[in-house]
């Protein structure tokens, strides 16, 4: 399959998951990726891998051009699904910057969004091989709670009072936090379908206020996820 | 005449080089840095210190261990808690292991291909299998170690003020993967000694690095600019950020006004005798010692710092007993706290102020590529006033070269520019 690998603004964390591929990396005709190559061509990719978020507009321009050349375009880890970490400069508190930060899907149509920070190197792997045979990935669609269960982990909520955001996270990591003793703080972005309602209610209980869930959830690093929007006007 | 060469490329980031000449004569040379500043540093104003670890993790991809763990230290030195030695032992792993990811996928990755002529690593490949496969393994140990201290290789998790948020029960797997690191990271130096570098001499810059009583700098330690030892609390007196209104980074200098290398280069100038025994060992025997002044050898001194971290994370690896203790409690209060440690990249200076719920009211981060840029342009000058033709055919394989020798990261030096940008439509 024919390749390009692109980033916008981030930390530059995903894409060098895609390294992990190791020696299987051989197998594919990666095009553009300036990162890593010197010889960078635009070509038509079967796969765009895009990092980061849009800030700005060569940014928007560079992404409609990938979207014309690509036939599967994939967003790459919590930048370019939800805006990145970068995007929260949006909250009331921080009104006086100018500053935007927008996911991938607001300019274009997304074929696949990659969830994390960073991405899971796995699940590079699973759309680059499903692809290839011309599958479509499957990657959890429910919430972290569920991993958590598998594992055995105690809730973290209930038996130490740890606010966890994994009630409205997607799953996909392996409930790494919770399974190092610490509260998930949301990386892979809200589960469709999160019952927003319920978690506030749940955490004004532990005694936090709304405004703190908010900031909470801003952290998440995919405060502007499309799910979570609707926070901001508050 | 100006000559631009657009899109850098096996650089971390995105950059621009500017060559200005007049009759053919260079006059400068502006590596401009065109990442946008994601403003990492205004948005924790206002937040809990709680947040600083995994936020500032994002200001870098390569190297986020670095910033979570000089991040605790300045939250510690805040709040008044000292961690355990066995905790600072397990940081010093996990620190060392990014020293060895962040090293392999420069020297390897995005360098080496540089001294075959080639684009890419995997065009290397066809050539250089069996030392790209090498490479692939210390890479594979290195995330194996991170991962297993801290749950994911990149942005991990168990860091926490005071300690860690979880031990794991036995660092036994790691050990053999490192025994075999060892030998292949020593085949490799060996290698790369064979290879013949570009001359070329950077004396005139000062070297800057960490001083550590008993060990190679990495997790503390005392400034030192090869005259003069600086406490951590007086950076900001000999150390100036400048801004070029060409680029998004700024650009430190020295008080006196002149350009700084820090990085591989600058331990090794300043600590090579407290390399481990291994690496100590190989670099006298092929001759790799101080003074080094020419940048091109930089790869030889990356690999001797991935033998040193190597060795070391082998040493601690094996000695390791799970911690039976939970981690301190930790009152915050109003004070401010510096930390500063070494970096893959070199010197990284972080200082927090806090009010007496531990809410951020000051931050400043000074990285390692923002304080190399304004030597990364000196030796650009130095190199690019030999070549005949300015045009960008010619010069552009030559400046890339000599840039990749700083192994510069650009998100990292974006991250704090207060700058208003464009309002998209």
């Known amino acids: 399959m024919i390749l390009g690998v692109f980033k916008l603004t981030s930390c530059g964390g995903c894409q060098y998951s895609i390294l992990d591929l190791g020696k299987s990396l051989l197998e594919q005709k990666i095009f553009y990726f300036t990162e890593i190559s010197s010889s960078n061509l635009w070509h038509t990719f079967d796969v765009a891998f895009v990092e980061g978020s849009v800030t700005n507009d060569d940014e928007k321009e560079l992404l409609l051009k990938i979207r014309q050349k690509a036939k599967f375009l994939v967003a790459l880890g919590a930048c370019a699904v939800s805006g990145g970490i970068q995007a929260i400069q949006r909250s009331k508190k921080d009104k006086g910057l100018i500053f935007y930060s927008y996911p991938l899907s607001d300019f274009v149509s997304v074929d696949l969004e990659l969830r994390g920070c960073p991405v899971k190197s796995e699940h590079i792997e699973e759309t680059l091989f499903s692809l290839s045979v011309g599958s479509v990935p499957y990657f959890p669609d429910y919430p972290l709670c569920i991993e958590c269960k598998r594992k055995g982990n105690p809730c973290l909520m209930i038996t130490h009072k740890i606010l966890c955001l994994g009630v409205i996270t997607q799953g996909g990591c392996g409930a790494l936090c919770p399974s190092l003793n610490r509260g998930c703080y949301g990386c892979f972005g809200p589960v469709k379908g999160a019952n927003l309602k319920a978690f506030f209610r749940c955490a004004l209980r532990m005694g936090l206020t709304e405004e703190k869930i908010r900031e909470i959830i801003m952290n998440s690093f995919n405060g502007y996820h499309q799910i979570f929007r609707e926070l901001y006007d508050k | ?425």
């Open chain 2, 1 to 425: 005449m100006t000559n631009k060469i657009d899109f850098l490329t096996r650089v971390s980031g995105l950059a621009n080089l500017e060559i200005i000449a007049e009759d053919n004569l260079l006059k400068e040379v502006r590596f401009s840095v065109r990442e946008t500043p994601r403003l990492i540093e205004k948005l924790l104003l206002g937040r809990s210190y709680k947040v600083i670890p995994e936020i500032t993790a994002r200001i870098c991809g390569i190297c986020p261990v670095a910033y979570q763990l000089t991040a605790l230290q300045a939250i510690e030195d805040a709040f008044g808690i000292k961690p355990t030695k066995e905790d600072l032992s397990l940081r010093k792993l996990i620190y060392l292991a990014e020293w060895i990811y962040s090293h392999t996928l420069h020297l390897f990755f995005v360098h080496l291909p540089d001294y075959y002529k080639v684009n890419s690593f995997l065009e290397l490949f066809q050539i250089e299998r069996e030392l790209l496969e090498k490479a692939f393994f210390l890479r594979e140990t290195a995330c194996r170690i991170i991962e297993k201290l801290g749950g994911r290789a990149i942005h991990p998790l168990s860091l926490i003020p005071g300690g860690f948020s979880s031990y794991p029960d036995s660092l036994s797997p790691l050990i053999d993967p490192l025994r075999n690191s060892l030998k292949i990271a020593e085949e490799l130096f060996t290698k790369l000694c064979s290879m013949t570098f570009p001359e070329f001499s950077l004396s005139e810059v000062q070297f800057v690095s960490l001083l550590d009583e008993d060990d190679y700098p990495i997790l503390d330690g005392i400034i030192y600019d090869g005259k003069r030892k600086i406490d951590k609390r007086s950076f900001r007196d000999y150390f100036l950020e400048v801004e070029r209104p060409y680029s998004t980074a700024n650009h430190s200098l020295t008080k006196e006004g002149k350009p700084y290398v820090v990085g591989p280069m600058a331990r090794f100038e300043h600590a090579f005798e407290k390399l481990s025994p291994r690496a100590k060992e190989l670099a006298t025997k092929h001759g790799i010692i101080p003074p080094v002044d020419n940048p091109f050898l930089s790869p030889l001194i990356r690999m001797l710092e991935i033998v040193h971290s190597v060795e070391l994370a082998l040493e601690i690896a094996k000695g390791y007993i799970k911690p039976k203790k939970v981690p301190q409690e930790l009152k915050p209060s109003e004070g401010e706290g510096i930390g500063i440690t070494e970096a893959p990249r070199g010197i990284l200076w972080h200082h927090y102020k806090f009010d007496s719920q531990g809410l951020i009211t000051h931050v400043n981060i000074v990285t390692p590529t923002s304080q190399n840029l304004a030597s990364i342009e000196l030796a650009l000058f130095k190199s690019l006033s030999k070549e005949k033709g300015l045009e960008e055919a010619s010069i552009r394989n030559r400046a890339e070269t000599m840039i990749r020798n700083f192994d510069p990261c650009l998100p990292c030096a974006t991250h704090f520019l207060e700058i208003s940008i464009k309002k998209l439509d």
